[in-house]
């Protein structure tokens, strides 16, 4: 048989399948919606203007993307390709394409994650993933180095410091002042906003002393209260549980005086 003729038969054979499976009632499979996975960085401000790297599934035929909690805040892609892969996580979790996205927040934007990201295209539309909304001037950027008492960085308290872990072994140290018979409470939002990160919280004294630790408490995040006896400067620091960095082990850390 030529290679017309087994086309041909080919197709009158899928044609027959189509009827069939019309006349039975059966619908033919229907595309995959647009998947996200991690969104960064974590964290934004009402007003501001941010690049937004948005990592995924089935991103190609993304066409636009949005916030429905702010109908107009419409987001603009700027690029898109594919996601590198991160070495010890499966590209299931992370992704494998990724969109770039330049998104300009309302300055109306309540704190908190109580907005979402849409993605809209060819394929359907995404599920909504969470964006965190931190409260105007308290949203901190990672300043290295931190890894170390000696290095550590004051951090007033209220704060939401944003850092992440890309380097293997890395540990961030903040330095805080409390008060006699003032609370500290320390949480980490990671897990929750899309962060492969599974965070742990620890309290130093001045002599690097363990006052107060934590692994796992809102789901894989991090969260503790404790109250200062004495007063003074102390250190909370955060690490990551497993041995295994990556660039999209991001984190917030939120520091309040309940």
Known sequence: MSCMARTQTWAL?????????VASGAEPAKAEPPVVRVVQPLGVEPGDTVRLSVRGQRLDGVESASVPAWPGAKAEIVSRGEAPGINGLDAARVGDRRIELKWSVPPDALPGTNA???????NGVSAPFPLVVVRKGLLVGE???NDGFRDAPGAP???????????????DVFRVAVPAG???RAEVLAERAGSTLDAMLTVYDARRAVVAAVDDSAGRDPVLEWESKEGGEFFVA????????????????????P
């Open 157 to 171: 308290v209220p704060v939401v410091l944003r850092g992440g872990f890309a380097a293997k072994g890395d540990v």
């Open 13 to 21: 054979a899928a044609a027959a399948l189509w009827a069939t499976a």
């Open 143 to 145: 300043k290295e180095p």
């Open 116 to 122: 979402a990201l849409v993605l809209a295209g060819t």
């Open 182 to 184: 003032k609370r500290l």
């Open 238 to 257: 955060v690490g990551y549980a497993n041995d295994q960095a990556a660039p999209t082990h991001d984190y917030l850390l939120y520091l309040t005086y």
